[in-house]
């Protein structure tokens, strides 16, 4: 049970509307499906706006994703958005798994490259026919277009015509950002051009990778759109409760280390004390995302409801009401399994 934490008036604070969402990947075990089921029973009776469940290398958790995409969708009222990568797939697998997840009633998409699977590197030959997660954009858009299916509709007033239905169902298509550049990158000029491409081939939403400090995010945002990126950027927030956690974060996501919290979190002797920086830290940096104009916040919740319900609550999004009536839904555990800041493994 998280214990509602005590705000000073010296914290920034987000306004209570401040969007947000969270980010799931799909459990290895019968026991945290279960316990899976629960944290996203939690998390939606918060009211995110999504919630985005990661994508296995290779396709690896194809079913897994597809399982939780589903349960989301049944047992929520939360919109789920599904990960997908160009990882292994011919042109034609990738049409048949979209269509597959558009069948399952999935609206709303993060269109990635992916890395290369355990084993390889990048200058292997892993990704298949799609080269970019701008490929994989157009391409969501394309099978979306043609699965509308042909429809007639009456005129009122002219009896033998027919109208002819051809408007599409609006699909978000998310793609992903490196505020500090993504660890292939040449150049920062790099990461906005493919931003840029991103946008061109159809995407209506970002998500970045993690990062500690507001100003990477608002210096890249500026830069963003002044290159003439329109779609709106949202940070990715990890809160980060233990120094070990630290540590493979920066090793999986080639982050700088962020000296202040990794100082706080290794002075500080106890759990419960390291896990309370961790809740501070992101809901400070939440705060200040949004007073500098970030359209919401997406948290990297590793399966677990009860930090990234802290952090919303200590930032000012929830009230501890709120937080007291979403742990009333249903009792849970969570997984404590969490690997990447990203995607599972
Ligand atoms: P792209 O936009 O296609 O390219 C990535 C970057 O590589 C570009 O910014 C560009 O600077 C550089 N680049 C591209 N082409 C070239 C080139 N020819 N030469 C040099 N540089 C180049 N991975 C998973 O497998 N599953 C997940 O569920 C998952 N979820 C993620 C969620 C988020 C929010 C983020 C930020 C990342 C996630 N990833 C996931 C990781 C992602 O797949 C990797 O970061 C991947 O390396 C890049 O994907 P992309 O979609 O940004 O690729």
Redesign the pocket.
């Known amino acids: 049970m998280t214990a509602s934490i005590e705000s000073t008036s010296a914290d920034p604070r987000c306004p209570p509307n401040t969007p947000f969402s969270f ?1 799931l ?1 799909p459990p290895k075990t019968e026991a945290a499906e279960t316990a899976l089921h629960g944290t996203i029973d939690t998390l939606a009776a918060a009211g995110p706006d999504f919630i ?1 469940v ?4 290779s396709g690896s958790s194809r079913t897994s994703s597809l399982d939780v995409l589903r349960y989301i969708r049944r047992h929520t009222g939360v919109d789920p958005m599904a ?1 997908l ?3 292994g797939s011919s042109h034609a697998e990738a049409s048949s798994l979209i269509r597959e997840f558009l069948d399952a009633g999935v609206r709303s998409f ?6 290369p699977p355990e084993g390889l590197s990048e200058g292997d030959s892993f990704l298949g026919d799609l ?4 490929e ?1 954009v157009q391409l969501i858009h394309r099978v979306q277009a043609e699965r509308v299916p042909y429809q007639e509709t009456p005129i009122p007033g002219l009896p033998r015509a027919r109208a002819v239905k051809t408007e599409r169902e609006h699909v978000r298509i998310a ?4 505020p500090n ?6 150049s920062t000029a ?2 906005i ?3 840029l ?2 946008q061109a081939a159809g995407a209506n939403l970002a ?3 993690l990062f500690f400090h507001a100003d990477h995010y608002l210096s890249f945002i500026q830069r963003a759109r002044e290159a003439g990126v329109e779609f709106p950027i949202l940070p ?1 927030i990890m809160p980060v409760t233990s120094p070990g956690r630290l540590r493979r974060i920066l090793e999986l996501s080639g982050e700088e280390l962020p000296s202040d919290l990794a100082i706080q979190l290794e002075v500080e002797p106890t759990v419960e004390g390291q896990r309370e920086i961790g809740i501070i830290h992101a809901a400070t940096l939440a705060a200040r995302l949004v007073a500098g104009g970030a359209p919401g916040v ?1 948290l990297y919740a590793f399966n677990q409801h009860a930090t990234v319900l802290a952090v919303l609550e200590r930032a000012g999004i929830l009230s501890a009401a709120d937080t007291r009536r979403t742990h009333s839904t249903r009792p849970t555990g969570g997984s404590a399994a969490g690997s ?1 800041p ?3 493994k």
């Not at 080269?131 to 701008?134: C, K, P, Q, T």
């Not at 793609?175 to 490196?178: P, Q």
């Not at 550049?181 to 040449?186: A, Q």
């Open positions: 980010e990947y985005s990661t994508y296995g290398a990960h990568t160009c990882v993060l269109a990635l490259r992916g890395d080269h970019s997660a701008g994989l793609v992903a950002a490196f550049g993504h660890p292939r990158s040449r790099q990461d051009d493919t931003l491409a991103k998500i970045t990778q990715g997406h990447h990203t995607k599972d």
